[in-house]
């Protein structure tokens, strides 16, 4: 210990302003998703696993993000 700092809980201090700007930093980009990166997440996390006929809709969601974008 200098001076009274107890070198732990600066180290600790430190740690926990780095894991704020991580989140921060994860939230940032959560929030920067494009419009086709959501198409291809809908199609991906969505329609192939909940639907029969996922084809259609990525073909569908595919002309719609084209003509859109």
């Known amino acids: 210990m200098a001076k009274g700092i107890d070198p732990r809980v600066v180290k600790r201090q ?3 302003e780095e894991n704020e ?3 921060k930093e994860r ?3 959560a929030n920067d998703i ?3 990166e959501l198409c291809y997440k809908y199609i991906e996390e969505y329609s192939k696993i909940y639907t029969t006929n996922w084809k259609e809709y990525a073909d569908r ?3 719609l993000c084209t003509s859109i974008i």
Do not use: A, Y
């Open 14 to 16: 430190q740690q926990i």
């Open 21 to 23: 700007k991580r989140i």
């Open 27 to 29: 939230e940032r980009k």
């Open 34 to 36: 494009t419009f086709k």
């Open 61 to 63: 969601v595919h002309n």
